[in-house]
């Protein structure tokens, strides 16, 4: 389960952040805006990216890259993929990886999608 991660990071003033936000804070995690500041790019420790059949804007796939180089732990999620699959495996990565510091990326096309819904209804964490 995710029970040892601290806090999730979101880009503050994209929609993803936006339709997610309120919901990670009602679980009670704690959120906290990602300002790609050398302390914070030093302490998240895991990143998971939502996207669309492997669809990433230039933004989410510039942070892809910068964490892959710093060998972040990192998990893709295909919000069009079974939801089932989806949700075994995060919890497989976090149950591994032990992540405390974790930064949630995803698209801008993601923000209204009827399976981010179905995503946040069923992550049992």
């Known amino acids: 389960m995710a029970l040892h991660i601290q806090t999730i990071y979101l880009e503050e003033k994209t929609a993803f952040a936006h339709n997610i936000s309120a919901w990670l804070v009602s679980k009670g995690f704690d959120v906290i805006a990602y300002d790609e500041s050398n302390e ?52 497989l990565f976090f149950d591994r990886t032990k992540c405390k510091n974790v930064l949630f990326l995803g698209s801008e096309n993601l923000k209204d999608h009827p399976k981010l819904e179905v995503f946040k209804e069923k992550w049992d964490f």
């Open 40 to 91: 914070q790019n030093e302490i998240i420790d895991a990143v998971v990216l939502f996207h669309e059949n492997h669809n990433f804007d230039k933004r989410v796939a510039e942070l892809r890259d910068h964490f892959d180089k710093m060998q972040v732990a990192m998990h893709k999620i295909d919000i069009t993929g079974t939801m089932n699959v989806a949700l075994s495996h995060l919890s």
